[in-house]
């Protein structure tokens, strides 16, 4: 029957991405069942075109037929939408505009400058360093001694930030930085983020993350 | 004493801001009042602002009873959720808070994007231009034929978007070499219809003032 409204979650996302990895967390984390649909980049499926006309990316969540984009839009969502299982937003609205600060700060800083550490050489290099330095020392300020960065709880700030914890090993092998030394407490709470179930299910292993940088720097011809 | 926690609200400003004018007009359409602090920015930031904003040292900046809440669209969140009384910007369901949100922070383009067309030449700015094309064909084709983003009332995409207009009118469409009234008729026409609201009208600054603004900053820049 022609485009029949499909009833449930669907999650369009790629396999190594940290933007799809938080939707991913964030439905088993309120124990959502969805469909899972692993796109492929360099040839867009018609359906994610058509579910996310503007920007053409992943992740994409698709409820009833729906097309929700942006992955922290998504994590909301999925938090307003689903509101009887546990919250992944503060119920507080000074706490939830703290999160929402972070979470943005953390979308703007950490992907762009990690991108530059593994693409770039020399002097661009270094200064993606000093600047990865800086974004996760001021991260690590954010949690200061709290369990989670919203306190006793995993929470949204926890979500968008766990995915790229498994990023770590790459900045530290093609950006020379290590996490464990220049942020210890940030180091101690990816531990703890993944100790979780929805992490450990969710996030790629460390190894298969910088395989895939690896590959892409050879098909762009990064040294 | 020591320094007594202010009570109420104070919103860290710069008059020709289009972020700040969001949530001016947020708090207008809320009924919220509120002390507006006109910061310096092209010279030196106040201890107020550096201490309010850390991070990013920008504003807007509200500060509610003290303590202070950064970024335009977590700001224009935080009115909805700390004032539940106040007329609400976003619609109830979820679906449609997501859409609002999504469009919402899509407008931020027009900002981003806009900013290139008089900062560039050559290649880059092509770019721009096309870009622009792109973003107010996509604002135009969601606007549709309704009279605001989420249908009969004036809400939170409106208001997070109308603040830009007199910065694409007359300046990025000279810079850029287009019309919105060509390119994006439908949004033209709400632009217009946003004017009649009096939170909008008594916020925003007219084209010719934010023009005037622009060639400052080329020629603080030193940008021909």
Not at chain 1, 12 to 26: E, H, K, M, N, T
Not at chain 1, 96 to 118: E, H, M, N, P, S
Not at chain 1, 183 to 191: I, R
Request: glycine share 6%.
């Amino acid at each position: 029957m022609a485009g029949e409204k499909r009833k449930g979650l669907q999650l369009l996302d790629f396999w190594v991405s940290p933007f799809g990895q938080r939707c991913r967390i964030a439905l088993d984390e309120k124990a959502l069942p969805y469909e899972y649909l692993e796109q492929d980049l360099g040839n867009k499926s018609e359906l994610l075109i058509r579910s996310n006309p503007v920007h053409k990316k992943i992740p994409v969540l698709v409820h009833d037929g729906r097309p929700v984009c942006e992955s922290l839009i998504i994590v909301q969502y999925i938090d307003e939408a689903f509101s009887s299982s546990s919250s992944l937003l503060p119920s507080d609205p000074y706490a939830r505009a703290q999160a929402r600060f972070w979470a943005d700060y953390i979308d703007k800083k950490v992907y762009d400058c990690g991108t530059r550490l593994w693409k770039t050489k020399g002097e661009p290099q270094q200064q993606a360093r000093k600047e990865m330095v800086e974004i996760l020392k001021t991260l690590e300020g954010a949690l200061g001694d709290k369990p989670y960065f919203g306190g006793d709880e995993f929470g949204f700030v926890d979500v968008a930030f766990v995915p790229f914890t498994a990023w770590f090993l790459t900045y530290e092998r093609f950006g020379e930085i290590s996490v464990e030394k220049e942020c210890p407490k940030l180091a101690a709470w990816a531990k703890r983020c993944g100790e979780r179930e929805s992490v450990k299910k969710n996030l790629s292993p460390p190894e298969k993350v910088y395989e895939f940088i690896a590959t892409l720097k050879k098909k762009f011809g990064i040294e | 004493m020591a320094e007594e926690i202010k009570k109420g609200l104070v919103l860290l400003d710069f008059w020709v801001s289009p972020f700040g004018q969001r949530c001016r007009i947020a708090l207008a359409e809320k009924g919220l009042p509120y002390e507006y602090s006109e910061q310096e920015l092209l010279g030196t930031k106040s201890e107020l602002l550096l201490r309010s904003n850390p991070i990013h040292k920008k504003i807007p900046v509200l500060i509610h009873d003290g303590r202070p809440v950064n970024e335009s669209l977590v700001i224009l969140n935080y009115l909805e959720e700390a004032f539940p009384d106040a007329p609400p910007l976003l619609p109830a369901d979820p679906y449609a808070r997501a859409q609002a949100r999504f469009w919402a922070a899509y407008s931020d383009k027009v900002y981003e994007v806009g900013s290139r067309l008089w900062k560039t030449k050559g290649e880059a700015q092509s770019q721009a231009r096309a870009e622009m094309l792109q973003v107010l064909g996509n604002l135009d084709g969601e606007l549709g034929e309704k009279p605001f983003f989420a249908g009969e009332k004036f809400g939170f995409v409106d208001l997070a978007l109308v603040p830009f207009m007199p910065w694409l009118t007359p300046s990025f469409e000279r810079y850029g070499g287009f019309s919105v009234a060509e390119v994006a008729p439908r949004l033209a026409a709400w632009a217009d219809r946003c004017m009649e609201r009096e939170s909008v009208a008594k916020t925003l600054y007219p084209g010719e003032k934010v023009d005037e603004f622009i060639t400052l900053l080329k020629k603080k820049y030193g940008i021909e």
